[in-house]
């Protein structure tokens, strides 16, 4: 008798990325189809959901990350543009007036500083997260997402419900919290 063979977690995934890969023209997996994959393969629910939140904002912060990085580097582009042209018409205007004295360096000097400078900040791979967590809130809204809001959290951003499900807080529940933080205070 022969048992059914049995496969570690790696290759389970070797498996499940190759049968996709080969299914023809897929629109992908549907939430339903990844929740049954996972109680065939003995995962709970729970950890399915968790994963799917953890790839869609992976792929949510990458792609802000990249349309920032774009950005400036197209505004880096821009001013290094802006520059050439400027003293080019400040050399030529030195040159027709005042061929002897060339104060157009002065120009060209401090503004290539100020270049070298927007440069070197404008194309690190660095991003704040502030300007990473307006950018993730730009990419959902424009998906048409519905976010209300993006809370800041330490392990990364939370995004609300649509906002028709965030449930306003009362006049009340207001007084309340007040009270609250004016007796911890004392």
């Known amino acids: 008798m022969s048992k ?3 496969y ?26 990844l929740l ?15 994963a799917a939140r953890e790839v869609t904002e992976a792929r949510v912060t990458t792609a802000a990350t990249k349309r920032i ?13 802006a520059y050439a042209v400027v003293n080019a018409l400040l050399f030529a205007v030195n040159f027709l007036t005042t061929p002897g004295e060339w104060w157009v360096l002065f120009p060209v000097f401090f503004w290539g500083l100020a270049l070298l400078l927007h440069a070197g ?17 730009r990419l959902l ?27 306003e807080p009362s006049l009340d529940d207001v007084e309340a919290s007040r009270s609250q933080r004016g007796t911890r205070g004392q």
């Open 121 to 137: 900040f404008g194309l690190s791979k660095r991003v704040s997260e502030r300007r990473l967590s307006r950018e993730k809130r």
């Open 8 to 33: 570690a977690d790696d290759e389970v995934r070797d498996i499940i990325e190759r049968a996709l890969k080969e299914q023809p023209a897929s629109s992908g997996v549907s939430h339903e189809d």
């Open 141 to 167: 809204q424009a998906a048409g997402a519905g976010v209300a809001r993006l809370t800041e959290r330490r392990a990364g951003v939370r995004v609300a419900g649509p906002v028709d499900q965030i449930e």
């Open 4 to 6: 059914d063979p049995s």
């Open 36 to 50: 049954s994959i996972g109680a065939g393969v003995g995962l709970s629910p729970a950890a399915i959901e968790a």
């Open 69 to 81: 990085l774009s950005r400036d580097r197209r505004v880096v582009v821009a001013h290094g543009l």
